[in-house]
């Protein structure tokens, strides 16, 4: 196992670490429970955002914690549901007042874990909401998950749901959002090589040097298909291919293309693939009207890539222009 | 060789089409000769850097063409030295009538052709100025080099004099800025793994799978030495003390400390290298002021770290901190 790491077992202690003396402006660590709040949480008035999973698909989430971004982020160990305390106590340290809207990956332990923790924050009084992200198309059901996985839409949905909470908007209409971004975005990926696990020591599965799976998910999990590997054109179109058509994406839409590297990949590649998305997206009348290239929910050191396709519309637009602050993701501040 | 890519001689060409309909805010591409500029290039009465070199350490440089940075980039092949043609139009396409600064990494190549480049373009009447970066500590002459190798310090320079070209100062000035920053700034660092240059289609060299490589160069030159693989913690004190004893950084020092990633590195590990690192720097009563952390000049999919420590005062830590917007660094805009 070749990582950059001391013991496994400190992997995602010393990363808080290291994020904590890098992002002072940023963020503040809370430790045992883990997680990342924005520096200035609680934001009296404002409708707080939480989210989490497992660590490995950095910057997600934690590097999205900031002004017009995430309130809060609880990182579980590396591809492993964070518990019910560490949301439970991350929902109390950012509710402002104005209600906690969760923002959950659909894997099964995620869910089940933010119900918990929704549970008993609604207990003691903090309005929370919950909204679940399931947006990739490459399989029903799956490893660790009941329907469909959750993936690079949470980024955008972060995004955009962020700078509508920074607007002033109340949780149900955060919430409803969220939901509609849910309902028009859909994303697939694939793996050229696996990645390892650091407490397992060894790649989470074998792929031959001449093979890449189509439809992986973001902790290895199967995809849809084995193939030998194809040229960078014909992998853009299996995966473009069945976001268009799941939505269906329609003539005259108007998209936020995600280009994502797995963690692995060169951006000289990302480059590639997005020249010819932007075609095959153009050629079926879509047309592309914000993007992002680059890492943004990686599986370790996974090299592969997966493209998202939100449906977007001016008020997204506008969300998504809006200032953002955060390790991961800024501009405009 | 596993690559999203389409032909090897393909890449840098579809990569340049894709960064073209992607940023068409920030730069425009010119082909054959292959050079990126700012959209609003030439900027009348600022004087306008130009840097350049071989693909395959994206986001420098291209990715660093912008308000605030570079005004033009000349990528060549991958890992290969862009030709004197590609730098003189890139010098006359932004040469805003107060001269150009060539910004040029310490290899054999680069030197001789921005040097051929810039005596073309005196001979056209613009005034231009070379400086050379050659930061990296590990080896003194090298497989491509004679002297030290430039790394990482020249994003840090392209960032810093971007800023104050962009306030209005002179060619004298900004030259001489920069060549402070050589002066004060040293980097070194190592490998997990090799890279795989497209057109060779296998890795550059072999690294067993329980060693690894410090010192190594961003081609993947051969460093200062082989062995085990060591704990982050070891291997970041293997890189800090030769980088501090090398200028040296003294107690009072106040630093920008920059954890580089390879290209295959996830960012996970990066922060516990970066955590490392700046306690070494704080035992040694040097101060953290200014931080970057993340993969900004890379080796392809190498896995891998760099650090560059550039010792600071006020008048760097405006100018880093000035507004800059481009693909691969932006805030304040």
Redesign the interface.
Known sequence: M??????PED??L??L???E??HPDLVKIHYDPNFIVRADAPVKGKVALVSGGG??H??MHG?FVGKGMLDAACPGAVFTSPTPDQMLEATKAVDGGAGVLHIVKNYTGDVMNFEMAADLAKGEGIDVEAVVVDDDVAVKDSLYTAGRRGVGLTVLMEKIVGAAAEEGRSLKEVADLARKINSQGRSMGMA??SCTVPHAGKPTFDLP?DE?EIGIGIHGEPGRTRMK?K???E?TEMLMMPIIEDLPFKSGDEVLLFVNGM?????????????KA?EIAEKHGIKVVR?L?G?YI?S??M???SITMLKMDSDLIKLWDAPVKT?GL????
Chains 1, 2 share one sequence.
Do not use: H
């Not at 070749?2 to 013991?7: D, E, V």
């Not at 963690?263 to 020249?275: A, C, D, S």
């Open positions: 070749k990582k950059l790491i001391n013991k992997v995602v010393e990363e670490q290291g994020i003396i890098a660590s490995g950095e910057p590097g050229l090589t040097e890449m590997i040229p960078a054109d992998i963690g692995g990949t060169p951006l000289i590649e990302l480059y590639i693939i997005y020249r932007v993007k290239i890492p990686t370790l050191e090299a592969g890539t390790a800024r501009w405009g501040i």
